[in-house]
């Protein structure tokens, strides 16, 4: 089979190389011959490097590379039964690359968008066949991260969603099934990990050392700030502004003025050096205040607020419960899927730590979700919910 990829920066590049590592031959398409150099020349090393890891013999070094045509011509995709679009985040002109593509592919090609944030109907609305559109939404880096958010349109066909996830599993990633919404699940799910955190901060509960202490004192990898710092803040930021915009000012979603002031002074995290944390060659790293009973205060909220997310996802009918739980697990790198989690806490303990936020701060930010209340009301489980 042949797949087509348009746009050969970091996540089309990677698409490419996890379609050429399961034999399938790949047409990766970019207006700029220069990135098509450059994403030829990174996956040399790649390969390189797995040849000497002794994950990949040299034969198959040589065949994956082969498998690849790098091309400036978008009308080479006209073989492909797939193409999956990894380009700027910009509906006008994702708008006219799909218009482009519908002429030059044969009817039955499946046309993907790797969109993180924008609307999947919107994208399929320009088609004289929007049937044939879906969104594949791959985590960076796409070769190592397993999890594929695969999000039909209200116009999708049963026969493209059932195409798309077969190819997904068949290239051995974990292929969640969601809702078009704002965010799909692990951008829509994960706003409290930031948002709360950041709140915390802004009340002078602790600061942002001793908040990441608490988090990954319960088996999160990196800390909420840390984390932001490593994302960048100016797309963290971007993204929690457009997820609170899209939900119509659900003040579930409300952005912070730190992080938004973070952002303005050019503080984007590691990659300009200055972030949360300071990342000069000299910099004090700050300590954490480790006082276990504060810990757990903060680690308490943040995931009780999260769970109530996940929750959410499963009332809205955005995912199911099992499908949450994979797509934060694999992600996000969860240490737990939320909605286990959730069942391990007790999910009494957590609505009673929503219930005195809510009567704390009198904010909907904190209203327990209806599903939550219903299952600790019933005695049951989220997993063996029905309809």
């Avoid at 993907?112 to 399929?124: E, V």
Wanted: proline residues 4%.
């Amino acid at each position: 089979m042949v797949v087509g990829v348009l746009g050969a920066g970091t996540m089309g590049a990677g698409i490419a190389q996890v379609a050429a590592q399961h034999a399938c031959e790949v047409v990766l398409v970019d207006l700029n011959q220069d990135m098509l150099t450059k994403a030829e020349s990174n996956l040399d090393k790649v390969l390189a490097r797995l040849v000497e890891k002794n994950t990949i013999s040299a034969d198959e070094k040589i065949n994956i590379q082969g498998r690849i045509t790098y091309s400036t011509d978008s009308s080479d995709f006209k073989a492909c039964k797939i193409v999956i679009e990894a380009i700027v985040e910009k509906i006008d002109v994702k708008h006219a690359v799909f218009k482009n593509l519908e002429a030059v592919v044969s009817s039955d090609c499946v046309l993907a968008s790797n969109t993180s944030s924008l609307s999947i109907a919107s994208i399929g609305s320009v088609l004289s066949n929007p049937g044939r559109v879906i969104g594949i939404h791959f985590f960076n880096p796409a070769p190592l991260m397993p999890l594929v958010e695969i999000i039909p349109a209200v116009q999708t066909s049963i026969e493209t969603l059932d195409f798309s996830k077969k190819i997904i599993d068949s290239w051995g990633k974990f292929g969640v099934v969601c809702k078009d919404t704002p965010g799909f699940i692990v951008n829509r799910v994960a706003r409290p990990f930031y948002g709360e955190a950041l709140r915390i901060f802004e009340e002078g509960m602790a600061d942002f050392a001793t908040i990441d202490w608490a988090m990954t004192s319960v088996g999160f990898k990196m800390g909420p700030f840390t984390l932001m710092d490593y994302i960048g803040n100016d797309v963290n930021y971007t993204v929690t502004e457009s997820v609170f915009e899209a939900f119509y000012f659900d003040p579930r979603f409300k952005p912070s003025f730190t992080q938004k002031r973070h952002k303005e002074a050019g503080y984007f995290g590691r990659k300009t050096g200055r972030g949360f944390y300071d990342y000069s060659e000299n910099a004090i790293v700050p300590s954490a205040t480790q006082d276990e009973v504060l810990g757990k205060k903060i680690s308490d909220r943040i995931l009780a607020m999260l769970i109530n997310e996940a929750f959410d996802a499963v009332f809205m009918q955005v995912a199911s419960a099992v499908d949450v739980d994979i797509a934060m697990t694999k992600g996000v790198n969860y240490p737990k899927g939320l909605l286990k989690w959730a069942e391990e806490i007790g999910y009494s303990t957590v609505l009673n730590t929503l219930n005195q936020l809510f009567e704390e701060y009198g904010e909907d930010r904190y209203r327990p979700n209806p599903l939550l209340k219903r299952m600790v009301k019933e005695q049951k489980s989220v997993f063996n919910k029905i309809g």
